[in-house]
T-cell receptor, first 117, second 111 residues
Framework: ETGVTQSPTHLIKTRGQQVTLRCSSQ?????VSWYQQALGQGPQFIFQ???????GRGNFPPRFSGLQFPNYSSELNVNALELDDSALYLC????????????????FGPGTRLTVT | SQQGEEDPQALSIQEGENATMNCSYKTSINNLQWYRQNSGRGLVHLILIRSNEREKHSGRLRVTLDTSKKSSSLLITASRAADTASYFC???????????FGTGTSLTVIP
């Protein structure tokens, strides 16, 4: 167990709806990264938060947004859900000394399986 | 790109045999990490090798890094059925800690 938790475990939504996924990072970690993993693919980087600010973003549209709270937990919000958003969503926490980011390992949560119908 | 690309895509071996998987990348790195994923669950960190290291061991794992060829390999010795999983490499940028994973190597160890 990594100490990173995600909720919910599974979620079913309808196209067009909005969803919020949650992540609690490992104690002492100040950086959270979110990834989307479609079936049979590797995780795709969505964005990273460091000390409550977005610190890098992958190739995802603005309807993917996030928040990081003072306790370093994080939310991923997806608006106007599309069928292709069906995937496993992973968060990973790590520790960084600056906005340049950590250079050590990331600790992944178990993921949230989102199904869009 | 910063993406790591694993090879082969799939590997099937008998229990007790060694498994070797490779990773290639295109940009300068600070470190390279290997992760394992079981059955669509979260990724588990296996080993980190820094850009100034050439080889690193951890239990039955051996990782090599050749920065001149921009490649790394992961060797799992004396494989077990429990090693069945997907394996991903993650090249770490000079700055930041944002990983761009490839599609991974799917390893099946047959008892």
């Amino acid at each position: 167990e990594t100490g990173v938790t995600q909720s919910p475990t599974h979620l079913i939504k309808t196209r067009g709806q909005q969803v919020t996924l949650r992540c609690s990072s490992q104690s002492g970690h100040n950086t959270v990264s979110w990834y989307q993993q479609a079936l049979g693919q590797g995780p795709q980087f969505i964005f990273q938060y460091y000390r409550e600010e977005e610190n890098g973003r992958g190739n995802f549209p603005p309807r993917f947004s996030g928040l990081q709270f003072p306790n370093y937990s994080s939310e991923l919000n997806v608006n106007a859900l599309e069928l292709d958003d069906s995937a496993l969503y992973l968060c990973a926490s790590s520790s960084a000394n600056s906005v340049a980011g950590a250079r050590g390992e990331q600790y992944f949560g178990p993921g949230t399986r989102l199904t869009v119908t | 790109s910063q993406q790591g690309e694993e090879d082969p895509q799939a590997l099937s071996i008998q229990e007790g045999e060694n498994a070797t998987m490779n990773c290639s990348y295109k940009t300068s790195i600070n470190n390279l990490q290997w992760y394992r994923q079981n059955s669509g669950r979260g990724l588990v960190h296996l080993i980190l090798i820094r850009s100034n290291e050439r080889e690193k061991h951890s239990g039955r794992l051996r990782v090599t890094l050749d920065t001149s060829k921009k490649s790394s390999s992961l060797l799992i010795t004396a494989s077990r059925a429990a090693d069945t999983a997907s394996y991903f490499c993650a090249p770490g940028k000079i700055t930041g800690n944002q990983f761009y994973f490839g599609t991974g190597t799917s390893l099946t160890v047959i008892p």
